[in-house]
């Protein structure tokens, strides 16, 4: 393994993993160091390239925090994370589509009833938010727990802000509730509203020397979770957002587009009363069912290959 | 741009690159996100593993420092570096041959007498250094600026050392010298031993996990430059070292490995005397001369075009 050139390096690389632990990291290394080798290979990199490149992704790690993460923003920018996403969410059509996760969920968000106010005082339009979570046969799926996350009115996620004197960042605009026996919830936030993906960093300007614009189409973010079906991390999205054809992130699909309904001000969806217009939105979520063991999973796209026995 | 899906979303991220404010990086981009986007999909990569990947560059973000350059081994490792040097370092076979360049690198290390020692006292057995820096009609390059850089004998370079009180790390066993008006040089120092790169860190546990070990074998680090001819980054190997076949970032070309030659103590090449065994090693740079301007760079593997005026 000496005097190795463009043309042989690559196998060269590949032939030291023939110890790797697992079968798989084998398999995704291999194709790893093929694409990397051709990329560098098919652009002829330069060194001062290379360079600017490593560079690039020590600027992007140095800015990664446990409340910023700039390597989703890359991923996310580039199209990787939809296209992971897209890779490992085929199901039936019926289903609700799933689209990106971002770099904004935080885990262990508090818990709220059914109807309660999930914004905690953030600015915004006030917002009543209704819906079901059903399965693929139309079936209520009871208890269902909701993650939902969203940025308030000026675009900004709680751990965007400063964080408090203790290191933590208040959890707002986010919470955990569980919908009720008929699979129904209900919950009081702010109207979501378009925003720019932190663009102050490193990948704010690649995207800038893209000629590409940083914004996000206005949405909020569920992740719904229940036994015996699939786990669903979506968004859902505003109708008549000027972004949902250039979302930065190439997050949006059609079916997670619905209207915001704009009501003058008057009784509230929950027996208050508003001093200010408010709005309501209502989504249907269909989960997928998992696959019982044993059987096969008839309904998706690509079924696993039934098996002599 | 909705709906986007495995096999549209490619194209989809490059349209957004129209406005890209330069040929080149349109270009890089184009390739970088259709390898990227590629290998995802050649090895359906599971959520969990797109997971288990912004980790582990999070993890490399974050043990990168000044001193500690986690993405240069990540790229020299998986033979990225010595790719991009082999693109870029095409020349007569007569020139001697570049390899990496390594992370160990330090801008601004002082500078030395003909004849000095750079070690400054580092652990290792004594070794006299001389070689002569030529062009390609073996013509002497008067005054040639070398940098050095080696690790000492147990295998660290001064970098890798707990910082100094004020946060520096004192230039130990690197330094910069003149050759004379002859091209000729000489310093003293200790001699190299194989060593182990960094493993202790997110780029070590990936190599244990690919079943690779993390030497390298013995060398000595040269970067060359002089006016009119290519800069000369490369690195002379000890001859006879056992991971001369398995370097673990793939830097080694037969044309640099030469003898450490051992003598017993006595006297040493600079006219003193040594109380133990030394070394003597004498390596002979052959620079590749720029191209004049408006000449074409005849003697080059991949020529310029001729171009018709």
Redesign the interface.
Known sequence: ??????DN??R??LA???????VR?????T???Q?????????????A??FEG?QF??N???I?TDVR?E??LL?DT???????????NKKPRECTEATVFGPFHVEGSPHFELGEDVSEGVLGEPCFVKGCIVGLDDEPVPRAELQVWQADATGMYDVQYDALPDGTHEHHARGTLNADERGQFHFRTVRAEAYPIPHDGPVGRML?????HPWRPAHLHFMITAPGYERLITHVFREGDKY????AV?G????LITKWIEHPAGETPDGGHSETAFYTMDFRFVLNPLAVQGELPVRRKRASATRAT
Chains 1, 2 share one sequence.
Not at 1 to 6: A, I, K, P, S, T
Not at 35 to 47: G, I, K, S, W
Not at 78 to 88: D, I, K, P, W, Y
Not at 244 to 247: A, R, V
């Open positions: 393994m000496r005097n190795l050139d463009e390096i690559t060269a690389v030291m993993h023939a110890r790797a632990q697992s990291l084998k398999q995704v290394m194709s790893l160091v694409h990397l080798h051709a990329f560098a290979r098919d652009v002829q990199l330069t060194e390239e290379w490593i992704l020590t992007v790690g140095h990664t993460q390597f989703i991923s580039l199209g990787l994370s939809m296209l992971v996403t897209a890779l490992n800038e020397a893209l000629g590409r949902l054809d250039s979302d190439f949006v699909r059609s079916s």
